[in-house]
């Protein structure tokens, strides 16, 4: 794996980690392998963050419904029984908290900005990021359900 791929799977992993721990006191853990017919079939919200400035790229949230609810419950206190605006806002704020940690870690590389999150909700959907690094994509095991997190991430030099 290249240099720049190793370390970006590293900040990732522990900008998940870091994010979903302190914040929404949820323990997660990568896991060896992403069922892309599960993430099709039950993963129903993506949120994302743009990068822009030296870097260019992506970082996406994506999870199923109930597991949106799950991670909004932790993070305002409440029940939450079904989508509505309070979890596309949790998720996008989600997004943006671990694509923060990613610049704050990518420090001293130049300047990186993040775009304001956009939460997709649907089904059966898929995104494609124009990038010449391959899209790193890591499932984390949560309490009973994942999540998956992904990551394209350019060098403007």
Do not use: C, N
């Given at each position: 794996m290249h240099t720049m791929q190793a370390e970006l799977v590293k900040f990732l992993v522990e900008a998940t980690g870091e994010v979903f721990r302190t914040m929404?006191?949820?323990?997660?853990?990568?896991?060896a392998h992403v069922d892309e017919a599960v993430v099709r079939?039950?993963?129903?919200?993506?949120?994302?963050?743009?990068?822009?400035?030296?870097?260019?790229?992506?970082?996406t949230v994506s999870c199923s419904e109930r597991m949106a609810c799950r991670i909004t419950e932790a993070m305002i206190g409440v029940p939450v029984p079904e989508l509505g605006p309070d979890v596309t806002d949790a998720l996008g704020e989600v997004s943006n908290m671990v694509g923060g940690n990613i610049v704050v870690k990518m420090a001293g590389r130049g300047n990186i900005d993040?775009?304001?999150?956009?939460?997709?909700?649907g089904r059966d959907y898929r995104y494609f990021v124009a990038t010449r690094?391959?899209?790193?994509?890591?499932?984390?095991?949560?309490?009973?359900?994942?999540v998956l997190v992904g990551l394209a991430l350019d060098s403007k030099s």
């Open positions: 929404i006191s949820m323990d997660l853990k990568p896991a079939r039950d993963y129903a919200v993506t949120a994302m963050v743009g990068f822009g400035g030296q870097f260019t790229g992506l970082l993040l775009s304001l999150p956009t939460v997709i909700v690094e391959p899209i790193i994509r890591i499932h984390f095991q949560g309490p009973g359900e994942g």
